[in-house]
């Protein structure tokens, strides 16, 4: 609330902007931080470029999108503690669990079982896997920011 003074009126409560998670950067000492905040909160930032002021810098504020997918059979919409389908390897979509996979050929299950041309990647294969894309772009298609 100190450095974005222009936010002070929308935040009522803990909960109205809350700090969910930290991250540690992988490729410098930066952190990042994924924030939850209301709709209205959301909308001052993107007014004000999508910007956000911390004690030592000015950052760079996006919306992350990240689809539940299940450790245990790789499917989107579920997580693994609420699977009841066969355990799939991420790698070679066989009926094993990744950390015990001997295989050479890498396939992604989802992409098979959507019938699609490219399925040489892995079920996580984030830059690959189009049904990752599908599950992205619903996901961001589902969020309402009460503004466009």
């Not at 924030?35 to 004000?48: E, G, H, L, S």
């Not at 390897?89 to 015990?100: A, S, V, Y």
């Amino acid at each position: 609330k100190v450095k974005n003074q222009w936010l002070e009126h929308l935040i009522h409560d803990n909960e109205d902007l809350k700090v969910i998670t930290e991250i540690e950067s992988k490729t410098d000492k930066h952190k990042h931080y994924i924030i939850k905040c209301t709709p209205m909160i959301r909308k001052a930032i993107y007014d004000n470029g999508d910007k956000l002021y911390t004690t030592y810098r000015k950052c760079n504020v996006y919306d992350h999108y990240m689809p539940y997918q299940c450790y245990r059979c790789q499917e989107f919409g579920h997580n693994a503690a609420h699977c009841m389908k066969k355990q799939t390897c991420p790698k070679c979509g066989g009926e094993h669990k990744g950390n015990q996979c001997n295989g050479t050929e890498i396939k992604c299950r989802n992409c098979e079982r959507r019938n699609y041309s490219d399925t040489k990647h892995k079920s996580y294969d984030r830059q690959n896997c189009e049904v990752y894309k599908e599950e992205i772009a619903k996901a961001r298609n589902a969020t309402d920011h009460d503004f466009d």
